[in-house]
């Protein structure tokens, strides 16, 4: 069936270095996308999303890249803290209130 | 804004009892959530859609009969794990976004269920 998929389980950077995340989609039909990041025993928080009528869009030291030509989604970090040490997911779904299609995750360890 | 509450936050429970999780949509109204459950080191898996006042629709592989779901009012939700027994035990989220066709989903801080 139709999955979001990540490219990398774990990914270890330095602090004050810049992170990507990578993430690959097959559903052709989504047209909203989701990066959260999940810490230890908590629920996802909301990092940002992006519509499929656009390619890029930036928040407070995050970025979201969509490519739709290769199905790819990718977060940026710029700038890693130790605090942004976590589980990110990223998520897909259709317009409308639909249930959200989780990635596997990205575990992502900030060396101080 | 959009804050989505769970209570309890964890559970202990013994093989046989019932355990109520509630989801409540804090500053907005929702008429649909979603429940997940997620195993430990696993991303989140899609149980059930919860409809306000109406039945909700499980996923394939979840049964309704031991996964209970009430939406009985636009800021809360209830799932109800029947007859729990050690492979029930698992981290519980649900989510929620207001307004009726919203994308953007917001999930509470999830609930920690343990079946002894």
């Known amino acids: 069936g139709e999955s979001v998929g990540l490219h990398l389980p774990t990914l270890s950077v330095q602090e004050g270095d810049n992170s990507i995340i990578n993430c690959a989609y097959s559903?052709?039909?989504?047209?909203?996308f989701i990066w959260y990041k999940q810490e230890s025993g908590k629920g996802p928080q909301f990092i940002i999303d992006i519509r499929s009528n656009m390619d890029k869009r930036q928040g407070q030291r995050v970025t979201v890249l969509l490519n739709k030509t290769v199905k790819h989604l990718s977060l940026q970090i710029a700038a890693t803290q130790p605090g942004d040490s976590a589980v990110y997911f990223c998520a897909e779904n259709t317009s409308g209130n639909t249930p959200l299609v989780f990635g596997k995750g990205t575990r992502l360890s900030v060396i101080a | 804004g959009a804050v989505v509450s769970q209570h309890p936050s964890w559970v202990i429970c013994k093989s046989g009892t019932s355990v109520k999780i509630e989801c409540r949509s804090l500053?907005?109204?929702?008429?649909?959530m979603f429940w997940y459950r997620q195993f430990p080191k696993q991303s989140l898996m899609l149980m059930a859609t919860?409809?306000?006042?109406?039945?909700?629709?499980?996923e394939q592989g979840v049964e309704k009969d031991k996964f209970l779901i009430n939406h009985a009012s636009l800021t809360l939700s209830t799932l109800t794990v029947t007859s729990a027994h050690p492979e029930d035990s698992s981290f519980y989220i649900c989510s929620a976004g207001p307004g009726a066709s919203t994308d953007t989903q917001y999930f509470g801080p999830g609930t920690r269920l343990t079946v002894l």
């Open positions: 919860s409809n306000e006042g109406s039945k909700a629709t499980y």
């Open positions: 500053d907005f109204q929702a008429t649909t």
């Open positions: 559903n052709s039909a989504s047209d909203y």
